[in-house]
């Protein structure tokens, strides 16, 4: 079986963009990799999060990634600053990325344009991303849209590496799902539903409970054309029908084949019980975790044990590589 991993951040609560365009794809990739998970804890430090927010988030993700099906004993599932290989590969990675690349980061650019400061952390992220990847000898990395111009820079980085030190990574691919790679905000379509958002109103969290996931879908921006097409004029349309196919794992085409001669409000109440069908479940183990924190540190650590044997495994080759002296 081919190895896969992916990671989320947890600098907020988790989306239902998220969700359809990673978790829910991961549980089912699962059974056909060897798979590794990771709560990507040393990437939320790249902004300015409370700390105790920041440890709240790290205890939800991961007891979320539990709660959505991903298998303690089937796949590795950890958090990232438990196997310190991270940091150290991440220096590696810096010195092989140059900065020009590594300023044309789309998504260094839009932080860089919207906020005041940015920290030489967020400049850094792509490489502890690609360290990550491949620590692992990775075949497989299942993202949405937005991350995947980190997975192209990273086998760049890797196969600079090879050329220059002789074949030593493995050169990971990205793989985007066929629908609900790009969930878009319900308030704005035009924009990706993120965790870091200003209005509630705009992103469906994981732990919405059922009346506020509702209240969200039936305040959606649609637009006046009293159709359900999926195409640019409607985005918000067009997104409510991504949600729609990606739960129900139909076409776009067969999304709106079904909704054909109906209404908005039709479409938003439907859309909006199938998400409730889909996160609810989620939501009730995931409280009944959260309330047991001696489990999620006993899976966490039970995680981080066997990554970090691969992962320094990787590191000292790499350290050999290059020149350095292996501490035995
Ligand atoms: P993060 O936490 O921003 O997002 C986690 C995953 O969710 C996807 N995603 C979305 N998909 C569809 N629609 C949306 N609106 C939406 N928002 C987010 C992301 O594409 C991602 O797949 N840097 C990564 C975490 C990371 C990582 C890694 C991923 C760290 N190391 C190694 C893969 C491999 C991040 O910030 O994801």
């Not at 539990?66 to 990675?93: N, R, T």
């Not at 001669?261 to 409730?276: M, P, R, S």
């Not at 889909?278 to 999620?296: A, D, M, T, Y």
Request: hydrophobic share 40%.
């Amino acid at each position: 079986m081919e190895i896969l991993y992916s990671a989320t951040k947890p600098t907020g609560k988790l989306t239902l963009g998220n969700y359809l365009g990673a978790i829910k794809n991961w549980k089912e990739m699962q059974n056909n990799y060897n798979s590794i998970f990771a709560v990507a804890d040393l990437h939320a430090l790249t902004i300015n999060i409370d700390s105790k927010e920041l440890n709240d988030n790290i205890y939800t993700q991961f007891a979320t990634f539990i709660a959505a099906g991903l298998d303690p004993d089937k796949s590795i599932i950890y958090c990232q600053s438990h196997v310190k290989e991270h940091a150290e590969l991440a220096w590696i990675m810096n010195c092989l990325t140059y900065f020009g690349e590594a300023s044309r980061m789309t998504q260094f650019k839009d932080h860089k344009a919207k906020d005041k400061v940015v920290s030489v952390g967020l400049f850094a992220y792509p490489m502890l991303m690609a360290g990550d990847i491949l620590l692992y000898n990775t075949q497989v990395v299942p993202v949405g849209v937005d991350q995947m111009q980190h997975v192209e820079i990273c086998r760049d980085i890797a196969l600079r590496f090879n050329s220059r030190y002789g074949e030593t990574f493995v050169i990971p691919r990205g793989i985007i799902p066929k629908v609900g790679a790009k969930i878009m905000g319900l308030q704005n379509p035009l924009k990706k539903m993120a965790k870091s958002e200003d209005n509630d109103n705009n992103v469906i969290y994981i732990e919405d409970d059922d009346d506020t996931i509702r209240k969200k879908f039936k305040r959606a921006v649609t637009d006046s054309l009293n159709r359900i097409k999926y195409c640019d004029e409607q985005p918000g349309v067009s997104n409510l029908l991504t949600i729609y196919s990606s739960i129900n794992k139909i076409s776009i085409t067969d999304a709106e084949k079904h909704f054909e001669g109906k209404n908005y409000g039709a479409l938003k109440t439907e859309v909006a019980e199938c998400v409730i069908r889909e996160i609810s479940p989620i939501r009730e183990r995931l409280q009944e975790l959260k309330n047991n924190k001696p489990k999620i540190e006993e899976l966490m650590k039970k995680g981080a044990e066997k990554a970090s044997k691969i992962a320094r495994e990787t590191l000292n080759k790499v350290y050999a590589k290059i020149g350095l002296v292996i501490n035995r």
